[in-house]
């Protein structure tokens, strides 16, 4: 893959660097914020900072080669305006070796139905597939209609899994998606 991919509407997508911590946290941030409202504890939500989710992001950024991690970021105008995360299955039920992860992917809400999650999505989930991932599974709360949505939309499909999201006091229901790549 090249180091960015320029499609027609304007979103670059590329590896991240060291200095994007900062844009990833922020998008977090964000996502998090309007994605789980109402879905997550406000008290939980609220306890949430562009600082966390920034260190986070620095962790990620620097374990990613002894994880085997890509993270890739989408600009839009030089601004990052997403990211995602993919690697190996965390899931102890997976084949060591054919079954890659998206770990993560957010977008700016202001950024939301305009191509950049399904542009990030593609360049995540290609990356799995060079590195010979044959089929890739995410996790997604039981409750995000809007984020199931788009997953079945863009060829995902429920496979049967079911976990836990621990959310402060609460835990919530998760279920994983699969998809062939």
């Known amino acids: ?95 060591e070796g054919s079954v890659g992860e998206l770990y993560a992917i957010y977008v700016d809400p202001a950024m939301w139905r305009l191509g950049v999650g399904a542009r990030l999505q593609d360049v995540a989930l290609r990356r799995l597939r060079d590195e010979g991932y044959r089929e890739a599974t995410l996790w997604v709360l039981a409750t995000n209609g809007a984020s199931r949505a788009f997953y079945e939309h863009t060829g995902w499909r429920h496979d049967g899994g079911v976990s836990g999201f621990e959310a402060g006091a609460e835990v919530l229901d998760e279920t994983r998606y699969r998809r062939t790549l």
């Not at 990833?24 to 939980?44: E, N």
């Not at 949430?48 to 920034?54: E, T, Y």
């Open 1 to 95: 893959m090249s180091s960015s991919t320029r499609p027609a509407h304007g979103v670059v997508v590329r590896e991240a660097v060291a200095g994007d911590a900062e844009g990833i946290g922020r998008v977090r941030h964000a996502a998090w914020q309007v994605a789980y409202s109402g879905l997550m504890p406000a008290d939980y939500l609220a306890g949430l900072s562009v600082d966390g989710f920034v260190l986070s992001a620095r962790r990620m950024l620097v374990d990613r080669a002894a994880r085997r991690v890509a993270v890739l970021v989408a600009e839009v105008g030089g601004v990052v305006s997403g990211f995602a995360s993919v690697g190996p299955s965390r899931d102890a039920d997976e084949s």
